[in-house]
T-cell receptor, first 108, second 115 residues
Framework: GQNIDQPTEMTATEGAIVQINCTYQ??????LFWYQQHAGEAPTFLSY????GLEEKGRFSSFLSRSKGYSYLLLKELQMKDSASYLCAVRDEGKLIFGQGTTLQVKP | GAGVSQSPSNKVTEKGKDVELRCDPISGHTALYWYRQSLGQGLEFLIY????????KSGLPSDRFSAERTGGSVSTLTIQRTQQEDSAVYLC?????????????FGPGTRLTVL
């Protein structure tokens, strides 16, 4: 079967660091994506990992361990505009299999 | 350049009616995907098209759902005899190809409400 788990909600303080975890069990694996989705808007691409290790992109980093079926998204120097849902998705052949998403609230 | 566009942005229909949702992918993208997002739920894969290959329909929830892609560009998702549980945001995405790293870019979605 296909199963992707993320925490439902997280809260963090402006300027802090937050880590959003994602665990997966899927029949296929062609890479793992993180998307950001603000309320009422389309998901926008954040990061892609296919090999084990850390990918850094500005304030955002994403980590993958294929043997553990585990990824995390790290957000540094949090800003109020980072309040959004963060979606973990595994690529299985062409399609993306999404988790339920993690709603992050950044407080002043 | 232009992103993925979808129409209509909102659609309200009565139970039992048929609806058509349209997606215009990014120019040059060979792969096109349909997902839906119910309230408070994650994105659910429906169907994808890649070039001239047969579409992957494995996510369509019932035979009331169908999709076509004409001329390798525009796609239409049709829902026949709509039910209240079909109410959701229907999102279309496109990508250059279906290789692992080919990013899927999403359109703004069509919010479907079935009364």
């Amino acid at each position: 079967g296909q199963n992707i788990d993320q925490p439902t909600e997280m809260t963090a303080t402006e300027g802090a660091i937050v880590q959003i975890n994602c665990t997966y069990q899927t029949s296929g694996f062609n890479g793992l994506f993180w998307y950001q989705q603000h309320a009422g808007e389309a998901p926008t691409f954040l990061s892609y990992n296919v090999l084990d290790g850390l990918e850094e992109k500005g304030r955002f980093s994403s980590f993958l361990s294929r043997s553990k079926g585990y990824s995390y998204l790290l957000l540094k120097e949090l800003q109020m505009k980072d309040s959004a849902s963060y979606l973990c998705a595994v690529r299985d052949e062409g399609k993306l299999i999404f988790g339920q998403g993690t709603t992050l609230q950044v407080k002043p | 350049g232009a992103g993925v566009s979808q129409s209509p942005s909102n659609k309200v229909t009565e139970k039992g009616k048929d609806v058509e949702l349209r997606c215009d992918p990014i120019s040059g993208h060979t792969a096109l995907y349909w997902y839906r997002q119910s309230l408070g739920q994650g994105l659910e894969f429906l169907i994808y098209f890649q070039g001239n290959s047969a579409p992957d329909k494995s996510g369509l929830p019932s035979d009331r759902f169908s999709a076509e892609r004409t001329g390798g560009s525009v796609s239409t998702l049709t829902i026949q005899r709509t039910q209240q549980e079909d109410s959701a945001v229907y999102l279309c995405a496109s990508s250059l190809g279906t290789s692992g790293g080919d990013t899927q870019y999403f359109g703004p979605g069509t919010r479907l409400t079935v009364l």
